[in-house]
């Protein structure tokens, strides 16, 4: 329902020419960095969180505004800052777009068609979606198998890396449904947190002022190996 570029604005010319930036040649290139690279890359696009603006930010003129706000709130409202900034054209930009979003939403447009059902083979998938972080933290990548060898560790622990957020990793039993949580040793007690790289400078409309990241690892993309073991791409010292 986003309403993005169409496809004769591209390549971008910038501000003197199609106001598209010149970084995007093709609208492919816009809409990967808006869905896989973009926003899409952290928040579930559509969902309650983000069709709605939250009452907690505050009153403004008007949804461009309020989206302008948003964008600046929590640890990582620099991230969101920039990429938006990136998006930007004299008319607005995807900030307007995104404020357009909402309003149609508000005002009780929905999708003009609806996914499709299961068909075929696709009915014979199971997904199954659990919550096994903590509302705090985010979960950026797991590990469930040798990625050479797709038959290890079945039905056995799912290991999950938590990058900026923390450095409890959480690792979830599927067959039991239960999770535990590995505190990772640091080898530098003076490691910095991420904290200190993602300051809080506009307060969150869940979590207000309060820094919710804390990681001094940074524990990225774990991998595991064909003996089970796991190996996770984490900072372990001062750099």
């Known amino acids: 329902m986003t309403k993005i570029p169409d496809q004769s604005r591209f390549p971008g010319t910038g501000d003197k020419g199609n106001d598209i930036p010149e970084m995007f040649k093709t609208q492919d290139q816009w809409l990967n960095f808006i869905k896989t690279n973009g926003c899409g890359n952290c928040h579930q696009m559509g969902n309650y969180a983000t069709r709605n603006i939250p009452a907690a930010l505050g009153e403004f003129e008007s949804s461009q505004d309020a989206w302008a706000r948003r964008l600046q709130s929590g640890p990582a409202g620099h991230y969101m800052v920039r990429f938006i900034t990136q998006l930007m ?3 607005g930009g995807h900030l307007k777009a995104l404020a357009d ?13 609806s996914p499709p059902r299961p068909i075929s083979v696709e009915r014979n998938i199971v ?5 096994w972080s903590d509302a705090r933290h985010y979960l950026h990548d797991l590990i469930t198998t040798d990625r050479r060898k797709l038959t290890v560790n079945p039905n056995d622990l799912i290991y999950g890396a938590a990058e900026l957020s923390t450095d409890d990793l959480p690792i979830l039993d599927p067959v039991y449904n239960t999770k535990t949580v590995m505190r990772v040793p640091i080898r530098d007690p003076d490691a910095p947190s991420s904290a200190l790289a993602n300051p809080v400078e506009v307060a969150s409309p869940y979590w207000g002022m309060e820094q919710v990241w804390d990681s001094r690892v940074n524990a990225h993309n774990p991998m595991m190996d064909q003996d089970g073991r796991v190996y996770f ?3 372990q010292r001062s750099l």
């Open 101 to 113: 979003w909402t309003d149609r939403i508000k005002a009780g447009e929905l999708p003009s068609r």
């Open 89 to 91: 054209t004299p008319d």
């Open 233 to 235: 791409t984490a900072q």
């Open 127 to 131: 997904v199954t979606v659990r919550d």
